[in-house]
């Protein structure tokens, strides 16, 4: 192999790919990236098994080839070199790179050690801007449950069925939807589970809101493709809860209130929640706000208030307080809408204008 | 104890001590910080035994008092507050915070059991702006042993005489040291060796480079005054090395050179130099370069060029990275001097234009 690209672009792909190298994985192999030549580019390649990615990078093809390097030491020799032209080449297993005055070598594996990423071959299901998708998953991501104790609650929820995609996770405590709506009639999928990672890493690659991201389904496994990447990821087997029934219909108490300024509530009452399980109080008053409440802290406690348009029947209800901060933290500014039904029953949290998006939170007993 | 003040300068303060609280330690009282008001302002303090710190805040005192909090609760909750005008108020042991909405109560301890942290009566020793003992401190901090083996060599030597203030640091395998130069007669000091702890710490909290700072000292402590703080440390028991006598007279080689092109072929070469002992060889070339090469990992090897206008004897000496990377973080962008006199005897590093500034490394053997 030999060729040439710009660091920056290097740079910029070989930051992307790293971040799915595990550093202390058994298999040395999965510590490397995989560099090669597709279709007059540079294709960087790394994968964990669960997951893989293909980055395509522009690039001049001197010679066809492949080689895989250790990821984190080819990754910080990139990042460190200078802006400019730098020259890729392969001989014996080892990769030498050079830029204006820096040459440096690295000992490779052979690729032929590197798992394969399939490609999924079968027919495109669906395509979506990146932006679109990108802003469903920071909405949903959050809600997924952080360990596989129960696999399905470390997934997210994909569905695709008339002209609208589903996205939905679950911890148990609180429950993300999103709702993408599709200009034209795509393919419907019945439900599928993708690891909530696969669509973290998804969305830090979705940089450009404009690209059409095109996604390919097999039994077990999902790809995303733009021009620049595919991500191809097992899907997680099993059934996924049947959410929408516990989506509350109606609401006795309604409040509507600035984001940013319940954030800032919020942060503070949950500083005073550490040893009480995250349980702060919210009294709704139709008097105009909503007062947050944490107390029964051995450090002491607080009360402050947040202006809110409060509408039905005045209220209070116990949340834990990380559940509204994750929210909270990923959605824009703007006003928010929080409905609640007495004490016992689930609120829900949406975004003023934005019908397609809901977040359930289940209250805590006193 | 009742007052009021910006919560933009309490913040300011409280996150200025609470740097000096260990989390960790046996003693509850050490994590918290200790509100007290002294002539018209709110004081905080903290410490940890080692050194202790007074900052003053320009506050409305209604009621004088006095009380300790937690520092991590107390710098978190006042962080998250909004900008404006915070009422603090002491009963019973608890401390109450108000601001525009926000009501919180935080459940101090007696400040009866707060250490007390010394001020040093003797007479001023000497006064140095602001600026020119940060910059130094900056200079020379990273040559101290981060471990306390030999006390002294965790310690900065310091020193004045005939209107110069010296400053130095080494942990035996390199050495810097800094001269201010005082424009009025002061008082001598004999050596004495403050922890590099303290002086990292101070060099944070100065950040008005045209404040006065006035230094007092006794037999066993050091303290360094402004109008804003108060810093008092303990001083470091023993014999400082006589550093002097290791600083070589000329040199047989002799480069100058650009600090951040340097340091960036410096940063490629520590990639390969890890399972190395940080070893990397500088080529000096009278041709009008250093080449910098680390050859010998198991990762491969590099060789990089930096651009140098060398004079004297072509020659070439192996260091440790770390040791070159340390002082070019830590120093300006623009041009400095390295000179060196064959492969066995230290070099010496410089800023040019700075005749005051000297740092010296040992080379390692081949």
């Known amino acids: 192999m030999k060729i040439s690209c710009l660091q920056e672009n290097l740079n910029k792909g070989v930051t992307t790919v790293s ?13 490397h990236i995989l560099i090669s030549t597709e279709n007059g580019r540079l294709k960087l390649s790394a994968t964990n098994l669960e997951m893989g990615i293909n980055y395509k990078v522009g690039a001049k093809i001197e010679k066809e080839g492949s080689i895989t390097v ?36 690295i000992k490779g594996l052979s690729s032929e050690e590197f798992p394969l990423i399939p490609k999924i071959k079968e027919k495109k299901i669906i ?16 809600s997924a449950a952080p360990d596989e104790t129960r696999p399905v609650l470390s997934g997210i929820y994909f569905k695709v069925e008339k002209l609208k995609i589903y996205l939905a996770s679950t911890d148990s405590y609180r429950l993300s939807e999103k709702i993408i709506n599709l200009k034209e009639k795509e393919t419907s999928i019945k439900e599928i589970i993708i690891p909530a990672k696969t669509m973290i890493e998804l969305s830090r690659v979705l940089d450009d809101p404009e690209k059409i991201v095109n996604i390919y389904i097999n039994e077990t496994q999902i790809m995303f493709e733009t021009d620049d990447f595919e991500i191809t990821s097992r899907l997680i087997e099993g059934k996924f809860p049947d959410y929408k029934q516990i989506i509350p219909t109606g609401a006795e108490t309604k409040a509507v209130l600035d984001k940013d300024k319940f954030l800032s509530v919020i942060k503070v009452a949950s500083l005073f929640s550490r040893d009480t399980a995250g349980s702060i109080t919210l009294n709704f008053s139709t008097k105009g706000k909503i ?37 909270l933290n990923n959605l824009p500014s703007g006003n928010i809408t929080l409905e609640i039904s007495g004490k016992l029953n689930p609120g829900v949290l949406k975004k003023e204008g934005d019908k397609d998006y809901t977040y359930v939170i289940m209250p805590l007993r006193a």
Chains 1, 2 share one sequence.
Do not use: H
């Open 19 to 31: 971040r799915l190298v595990s550093i202390k994985g058994t298999l040395e192999i999965l510590s």
């Open 70 to 105: 250790p990821a984190k030491l080819f990754s910080e020799l990139i990042s460190q070199l200078p802006l400019g032209k730098i020259d890729l080449e392969e001989k014996d297993e080892t990769l030498y790179a050079k830029i204006d005055g820096f040459n440096s070598q």
């Open 127 to 142: 395509s979506v801007t990146a932006g679109e998708l990108k802003d469903a998953i920071q909405m949903v991501f959050f």
């Open 291 to 327: 007062e947050v409440i944490a107390s029964g802290s051995q450090y002491g406690e607080t009360d402050s208030t947040c202006d809110a348009e409060v509408t039905g029947k005045d209220s209070d209800i116990i949340f834990n307080s990380k559940y509204i901060l994750d929210v």
